[in-house]
């Protein structure tokens, strides 16, 4: 979630001194990318897999520092709660045999963790949102132990002027709806994050792309219809994560955004001045060039297709769309499939849009993603100005568009084909994450704890999920 800070408290002149260098580099910014500064690099992949520790009853586990102490690894990061962490990858080119790479490291770092998590008697696990919390786990003594995390807490309940978050999700059975007084609900909401660097001239073309693709993303993802024992959305994350840390300002922290990028992706961060209070204004001596303050205050605001600025390995700045709207989970083989086809899919209507041939307007690509976060892959969505079934949509359209885009990149044929075969039978049976978990509690009834234990026994065999029985 971001770098340690130093200090908690801000002062009025913090504030302003802030605001300043946000200015300043948002610029620098748009000269550096007008003047042909920013990377130029064959597109660029990687992951973030945020997971729960968990005991043998499935109950989360405050052992956070403990763990990744014991684990001693530059891959494995501290998350909001002391119940969570998150473990990141090495970037690949997306070209040849990438996948086999981001499989032999991810499979390393997941099991070195799994090792280690069992040293201290407990698990990991990864699942969108764990089934088995209750309200008292999200209380500020489980909160990680980093100042930026109480600094986030303190700044968006003052733009609260106090006033308790509010919860209110409607699923089409069951609805939750109560008041609470911290951000820490967020970590109710585990992801698997995406981040694709491209080149300026074509990145807000991607990250129109992305937004438009999401629908089906989140859909093939889902894996968190149950919270607090209640049965919502097929992808619960996405309202709790939104209504966790909303600040009551004009346009919401977490949101799918306000508008597809014009020109360039460079209106994103200008947003991020207009729209968007300074929550936490640290101030950084660094010179203008490594966008501190820029970076700090994009890390408050929270697309679920985020822009990022970062730099290459010699120091070059490059841009990067991070896609936030997949659960983390079922396995690992899962979770490649998943971002095999947003990468393939993204690729391809990137290049559509870069010829102004567009499927939908920015309305209706909004639209579409809570539809299926809501309903999964059984909802209906606008494309090209008609209704249709997503399922037939991605086996029709989008599985074609993956396969195409693999070629382009010149991903392995091999690993092509696995992938994206692994999509195209969990599209076609229905059963994602999501599904897998409703069908279980259906046949064996609301125990979340022996569910979660099944899902965990089938998570260390590590076979896809739509092969998964109940």
């Known amino acids: 979630m971001?770098?340690?800070?130093?200090?908690?408290h801000f002062s009025r002149e913090a504030y302003a001194r802030?605001?300043?260098?946000?200015?300043?580099?948002?610029?620098?910014?748009?000269q550096k990318a007008a003047g042909g500064a920013s990377s130029?690099?064959?597109?660029?992949?990687?992951?973030?897999?945020?997971?729960?520790?968990?005991?043998?009853?499935?109950?989360?586990?405050?052992?956070?520092?403990?763990?990744?102490?014991?684990?001693?690894s530059e891959l494995a990061t501290m998350e909001l709660a002391k119940f969570n962490f998150e473990i990141n990858?090495?970037?690949?080119?997306?070209?040849?045999?990438?996948?086999?790479?981001?499989?032999?490291?991810?499979?390393?770092?997941?099991?070195?963790?799994?090792?280690?998590?069992?040293?201290?008697?407990?698990?990991t696990l990864a699942i969108g949102i764990l089934p088995t919390l209750r309200r008292e786990d999200f209380c500020l003594e489980n909160m990680s132990e980093m100042k930026r995390y109480r600094a986030l807490n303190e700044q968006v309940l003052r733009e609260r002027d106090g006033r308790a978050l509010q919860i209110d999700i409607e699923g089409e059975e069951e609805g939750l709806h109560f008041a609470?007084?911290?951000?820490?609900?967020?970590?109710?909401?585990?992801?698997?994050?995406?981040?694709?660097?491209?080149?300026?001239?074509?990145?807000?073309?991607?990250?129109?792309?992305?937004?438009?693709?999401?629908?089906?993303?989140?859909?093939?993802?889902?894996?968190?219809?149950?919270?607090?024992g209640k049965k919502l959305w097929h992808e619960t994350r996405i309202p709790i994560f939104e209504q966790s840390v909303d600040t009551g300002e004009g346009k919401k922290r977490v949101s799918f955004g306000s508008c597809f990028a014009d020109e360039s992706i460079l209106e994103c961060f200008r947003d991020n001045i207009e729209d968007y209070d300074v929550l936490i204004p640290v101030s950084y001596e660094s010179e203008h060039e490594k966008f501190e303050h820029l970076k700090l205050h994009n890390g408050t605001i929270w697309r679920w297709n985020r822009p990022?600025?970062?730099?290459?390995?010699?120091?070059?700045?490059?841009?990067?769309?991070?896609?936030?709207?997949?659960?983390?989970g079922p396995t690992l083989v899962d979770m490649l499939a998943n971002a095999m086809f947003y990468y393939g899919v993204a690729m391809m209507l990137t290049g559509d849009l870069t010829?102004?041939?567009?499927?939908?307007?920015?309305?209706?690509?909004?639209?579409?993603?809570?539809?299926?976060?809501?309903?999964?892959?059984?909802?209906?969505?606008v494309w090209e100005g008609e209704e249709v079934a997503l399922r037939e949509l991605i086996l029709e359209r989008f599985l074609p568009m993956a396969r195409e885009g693999m070629t382009l990149l010149e991903i392995d044929r091999e690993d092509a084909d696995f992938y994206l075969g692994i999509i195209e039978a969990r599209v076609k049976n229905g059963q994602n994450g999501a599904a897998w978990q409703m069908k279980y509690i259906a046949k064996h009834g609301r125990d979340m704890q022996k569910m979660t234990e099944a899902y965990w026994r089938h998570q260390q065999q590590g076979y896809p999920v739509h092969t998964w029985e109940v």
């Open 18 to 30: 802030f605001s300043k260098r946000l200015a300043e580099e948002t610029e620098l910014l748009a």
């Open 180 to 228: 609470h007084h911290s951000v820490m609900l967020e970590a109710a909401a585990t992801s698997f994050q995406i981040h694709t660097q491209v080149g300026y001239d074509m990145v807000h073309h991607y990250y129109n792309a992305s937004m438009i693709a999401s629908a089906a993303t989140v859909a093939v993802s889902a894996n968190s219809p149950y919270l607090f």
């Open 308 to 328: 990022l600025v970062g730099a290459d390995a010699d120091g070059t700045m490059h841009f990067r769309i991070e896609h936030r709207v997949m659960a983390a």
């Open 89 to 123: 990858n090495t970037p690949q080119v997306l070209y040849g045999d990438a996948f086999k790479k981001f499989a032999k490291e991810m499979k390393q770092t997941c099991e070195h963790a799994h090792k280690v998590a069992g040293s201290m008697g407990i698990s």
């Open 40 to 72: 130029s690099r064959s597109p660029v992949g990687g992951f973030e897999i945020e997971a729960w520790l968990v005991d043998k009853n499935m109950r989360p586990v405050n052992v956070n520092k403990e763990f990744l102490a014991a684990c001693n």
């Open 2 to 8: 971001g770098t340690e800070i130093g200090q908690i």
């Open 355 to 381: 010829e102004g041939k567009f499927p939908c307007d920015f309305q209706t690509a909004e639209s579409n993603f809570y539809a299926a976060a809501r309903e999964g892959l059984a909802c209906h969505v």
